[in-house]
């Protein structure tokens, strides 16, 4: 592909995430699929304006001049370009031809606002430098203070990978050295005592040892939220939004295969990939539930069977993926006052479904990848003011003695960020139901 020709791709992959609620990640997938013409070197550059362009947006309209929410996918992938990519605004226009696959020539009016952009200064507001919508400005002086600004700016990198070795199957040291000599860069990662971090990218699906269950894909942020959760062999668990499974997974190596794990989610599609998952791992006490939609208040005939009987129940709930920007930038344009709304009302309601099922002295556990305190600890105080029967434990209190312990934000409940504990952003909270 020509210059010109990865530009223009760059741009028509951007104009589909802009008018379609798909993720960015299945649209460019889709692209590269579609497009076998594409090496290597072309997919690579293509994606690099994509996503520059997804985590630089609102500055990238302050430069450009335009109002919030009207630069043009074309004008924003040239100006990261010229003003990220370290391209002269004179290069990037000669690529607008029109040509073998280029881009139709710029007007007037975009090359005039392409030439004289200029990235914004220190004045600027946080949510222009930092690219965020500003109306959550608020939740985060909330959540972080005067750490804002550098928590904020952590968020704009790029997340690593993860890798949790299934200890069913092998132990870290084995799962890093099979690793190894299958021609994979990794080292240990340096909070979970089952992580390791790949150093550079690999086709994993294609490797012996993630076929054969030696591997999963699990950032290490969600695999400290499943040791804190302490599952232990013989235990009764329930996984109240087990989605694809990751944490069912996770949780099964903690019992040992001994116990219970009880896969539930609304989404039958989703639970249908846990399965095969499951056998590749050589898990074999978890069960898939699906779930119809529950009123609460209303009798609960889908997990009857289990009130009063989990030693643990997780929830980890549907929320505003904040604390996963890293790896979805696209996330953080496509929120609205409306969805975090949604996600709270959400929130709320599957702590309700999931309270009678945690057993006396039982323990539920509270998860989400958001950073926002009205996800985070008001649903939590909202839900300890409704039932008087539950209290928070610290999660100190739950840390295994001979690990070290993770950067936490202030609180109670585990608060893990990008720029604290270098993982993606997880906020967990341990409830007891009282004996």
Aim: proline content about 7%; overall charge negative; glycine content about 8%.
């Amino acid at each position: 592909m020509t210059p010109g020709a990865r530009l223009s791709a760059a741009i028509d992959i951007l104009v589909d995430i802009f008018r379609s609620e798909t993720p960015a990640d299945r649209i460019f997938e889709n692209w590269a699929r579609a497009s076998r013409y594409a090496g290597s070197k072309d997919r690579a550059a293509v994606s690099a304006i994509v996503y520059g362009v997804l985590r630089h947006k609102a500055e990238l309209e302050h430069a450009l001049g335009a109002p919030a929410h009207e630069a043009t996918p074309r004008l924003m992938a040239a100006g990261w370009l010229t003003l990220r990519a370290g391209e002269e605004a004179d290069a990037v226009l000669a690529l607008m031809t029109g040509e073998k696959y280029a881009p139709e020539p710029a007007s007037e009016e975009e090359a005039a606002a392409l030439t004289a952009a200029a990235l914004p200064g220190p004045e600027a507001a946080p949510h222009i430098r930092l690219n965020y919508p500003d109306w959550l400005q608020p939740e985060f002086e909330d959540a972080f203070g005067e750490r804002l600004e550098p928590e904020l700016a952590a968020l704009m990198d790029r997340a690593p990978t993860d890798l949790r070795a299934n200890t069913l199957k092998a132990s870290r040291e084995e799962a890093l050295a099979t690793l190894k000599e299958a021609g994979v860069e990794v080292e240990e990662g340096s909070l979970s005592p089952w992580s390791i971090r790949l150093l550079k990218k690999a086709n994993l699906p294609a490797l012996k040892p993630f076929r054969d269950g030696l591997v999963e894909i699990q950032d290490e942020g969600s695999q400290l939220a499943c040791l804190l959760a302490g599952a232990r062999p013989g235990e009764q668990a329930v996984d109240l939004c087990a989605g694809g499974g990751g944490k069912s997974l996770a949780l099964a190596a903690t019992m040992e295969n001994h116990g219970q794990i009880f896969a539930c989610d609304l989404e039958a599609r989703r639970l249908k990939a846990l399965m095969p998952r499951a056998q590749r791992a050589g898990c074999r006490n978890i069960q898939t539930m699906p779930l119809h939609p529950w009123v609460p208040g209303e009798a609960d005939p889908d997990l009857a069977e289990l009130t009063g009987r989990a030693d643990l129940v997780l929830v980890d709930a549907p929320c505003s993926g904040t604390g996963a920007w890293r790896r979805s930038p696209d996330a953080r344009w496509r929120l609205t006052t409306e969805k975090l709304a949604a996600y709270r009302a959400a929130q709320a309601e599957v702590l309700e479904r999931a309270a009678p099922l945690v057993k006396p002295g039982g323990r539920l556990v509270y998860v989400t990848c958001s950073l926002l305190p009205s996800e985070n600890e008001d649903r939590v105080a909202a839900f300890l003011a409704a039932h008087e029967g539950f209290a928070a434990e610290p999660w100190t209190k739950h840390w295994p003695e001979d690990l070290p312990r993770p950067a936490s934000l202030s609180g109670i409940a585990l608060r893990l960020s990008p720029a604290t504990s270098g993982t993606d952003g997880f906020f967990v909270a341990i409830l007891r139901r009282r004996a």
